[in-house]
C-alpha cells in the first residue's frame, strides 16, 4: 500500500522492454512475480548461510568502529550531496526564496504553506513548523547555552555521516531562525563535519551520539525539534534496538514536528548482491567493511514509527531500475521513503 502523494520525483516510465537502455534510469519499475520469487530465493539462501552468533559479535559490538575506519579511508568523498532532498522531503525547506529555481511549482507551494502557517502562528508566539502548538515558546524550553537556543525553527539529522544532507539544507535553506543538529555515534564523521567549510557554529551543531543507546542523553531537550532527518541510519541498527530508538528520539519531537526518513528496501541489488557468509540474520548484512546494514518493507517502516505514536503521512516504496548503458547492466534499487509525525496534543 503506498501512502502519500509522490511529488515531481519518479517520471519516467518504462512502457517498452526495448526501450531500456535508454536512458540512465526508471522509476517506479513493476516486479515480475518470477523477478519477486527469485530474490526471495536468493534471501532465504542467504539466511541459511549465515554466520554463526560468535563471528557476528565483533561486528556489532564494533560497530561504531567501522564506520570510523569507514571515514578514515574514505573521508567526505564516498556519499555524495543529498540534491534530492527537496523533491522528496520539500518540509525542508524554509524561508529563503532566492536559492530555489523558480519552476519548481510543488517546493514554491510547500514554501507557501510555510510561509502562510508561519504567519498565522506568529501572532500567537508559539512554535512555527510544522503546525502551530500550544507550548510555551521553544527558547523558554532550551537551556540559554545550547547552540541553537535561540533559534524558533531546529532540525535534527541522525547519523549525519560527512554531510551530505545538512550542508544542502543550510545552503538551500539560509533562515537564519532555522538551526542545525547533526549526530553520529562515528567522532570521524562527527570531526569531518566541524571540519567541513560550510560548518558555522552559529547555524549548526555537531556532536557524537549512539541513537540505539539508551544511557546516552540527547542535548537539548524533549519536545524542541521541528523535523528530525533519517537518511540510510535506521538500517545500520540491529533490528531489535530499532524501536527504542525511535522512542528516544520521538520524545524530542514537538508536537506536529516530523521525521523525515528514506533507507534500503527490501530485495534492493545491494541486498541480493551479498555473498555468503556477509549474512547475520535475516536482511541483516555486513559489509566487506565491516559496516551493518538491514532492508525494510514499507511494513517493518510503518510498525516501527507508528508503535511509537507517530502518525503516518508518507510510506512508499522507491523502485528505480538504474543503467549502466555502456555495459549493458541493469540494476534495481529499492528504498523506503516515509513520512511521520508526532500528534499535536
Ligand atoms: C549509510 S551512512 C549515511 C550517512 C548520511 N545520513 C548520508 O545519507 O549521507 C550511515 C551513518 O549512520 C551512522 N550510524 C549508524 N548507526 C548509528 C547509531 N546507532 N547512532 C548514530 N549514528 C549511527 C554511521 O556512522 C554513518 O555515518
Known amino acids: 500500500m503506498q501512502s502519500g502523494k509522490r511529488p ?4 519516467r516510465h518504462l512502457t517498452d522492454d526495448s526501450k531500456v537502455f535508454q536512458h540512465n534510469a526508471w522509476d517506479n519499475v513493476e516486479w515480475t512475480e518470477d523477478q519477486e520469487n527469485q530474490a526471495h530465493k536468493i534471501t532465504s539462501d542467504q539466511t541459511e548461510n549465515a554466520m554463526t552468533e560468535e563471528s557476528q559479535q565483533k561486528y556489532l559490538e564494533n ?6 575506519k569507514f571515514y578514515e579511508k574514505h573521508d567526505n568523498k564516498f556519499f555524495k550531496d543529498r540534491h534530492w532532498l527537496f523533491t522528496e ?3 525542508l525547506i524554509a524561508t529563503d526564496k532566492k536559492t530555489l529555481s523558480p519552476d519548481d511549482s510543488e517546493i514554491e507551494l510547500q514554501k507557501q504553506t510555510y510561509e502562510k502557517t508561519k504567519k498565522e502562528n506568529e501572532s500567537e508566539d508559539t512554535v512555527l513548523f510544522p503546525v502551530k502548538c500550544d507550548h510555551e515558546s521553544p527558547n523558554k524550553l532550551l537551556q540559554a547555552d545550547l547552540p541553537g537556543s535561540n533559534s524558533s525553527l531546529r532540525y535534527m539529522e ?12 543550510l545552503n538551500v535553506t539560509q533562515d537564519p531562525n532555522l538551526f542545525l543538529y547533526a549526530c553520529d555515534y562515528s567522532q570521524t564523521a562527527v570531526d569531518l563535519v566541524k571540519s567541513h567549510k560550510n560548518y558555522d557554529t552559529s547555524r549548526c551543531y555537531a556532536f557524537v551520539h549512539d541513537i540505539s543507546s539508551t544511557d546516552q542523553q540527547f542535548p537539548m531537550p524533549e519536545e524542541s525539534l521541528d523535523i528530525v532527518i533519517m537518511i540510510f541510519v535506521l538500517s545500520a541498527l540491529e533490528f531489535k534496538n530499532m524501536h527504542s530508538a525511535i522512542q528516544r528520539i520521538v520524545k524530542l519531537l514537538k508536537p506536529g514536528g516530523m521525521i523525515l526518513f528514506r533507507d534500503y528496501g527490501r530485495y534492493d541489488m545491494a541486498q541480493l548482491r551479498f555473498k555468503s557468509g556477509r549474512c547475520l540474520s535475516q536482511n541483516f548484512y555486513t559489509r566487506g567493511d565491516g559496516t551493518l546494514v538491514y532492508f525494510f518493507t514499507q511494513e517493518e517502516v510503518r510498525d516501527v514509527f507508528t508503535a511509537a505514536g507517530l502518525v503516518e503521512k508518507q510510506n512508499i516504496v522507491d523502485r528505480r531500475l538504474q543503467v549502466n548503458r555502456a555495459r549493458q547492466i541493469k540494476m534495481y534499487r529499492v528504498w ?5 509525525q508526532k500528534p499535536t496534543l
Open 158 to 169: 541522525i547519523g549525519c555521516g560527512a554531510g551530505n544532507t545538512i550542508f544542502p539544507v
Open 63 to 68: 560497530a561504531a568502529s567501522f564506520w570510523d
Open 336 to 340: 523506503v521513503q516515509a513520512k511521520y
Open 89 to 91: 522531503f520539500p518540509e
Open 8 to 11: 515531481v520525483f519518479g517520471n
